[in-house]
């Protein structure tokens, strides 16, 4: 049988992705990648950055409990040896200085 929409092997491949012709579309993640997304994630990372100039919580922050100890003019804060040991086992990227 010719590979087309009607093949084996689309249809297996529509199952398996859990698609059925005419009610799904599948899209690449860059199908968000448009200049009006763009300009909106900037817009909320602006706003974010105000929030943080202006001594305000940011809404959306990863790590909240690092506001607590951050400030602009101070060091920051060594880790501690804990701290280091976890970080050095960690695979994914981590930064400290």
Do not use: C
């Not at 590979?3 to 249809?11: A, F, I, L, V």
């Not at 529509?14 to 698609?19: E, I, K």
């Not at 899209?27 to 974010?48: F, M, R």
């Not at 950055?49 to 060091?75: C, H």
């Amino acid at each position: 049988m010719p590979r087309g929409s009607g093949s084996r092997r689309s249809k297996r491949r529509r199952r398996v992705l859990g698609l059925r012709t005419g009610a799904h579309r599948a899209t690449p993640h860059v199908g968000g990648n448009t200049t009006e997304i763009a300009a909106h994630q900037g817009a909320i990372a602006i706003d974010q950055i105000r929030k943080l100039l202006a001594g305000e919580r940011p809404d959306y922050i990863l790590n909240p409990e690092a506001l607590d100890v951050f400030t602009w003019s101070a060091p920051r804060p060594e880790p501690n040896e804990k701290t280091r040991e976890a970080l050095s086992k960690n695979k994914r990227p981590s930064v400290t200085s």
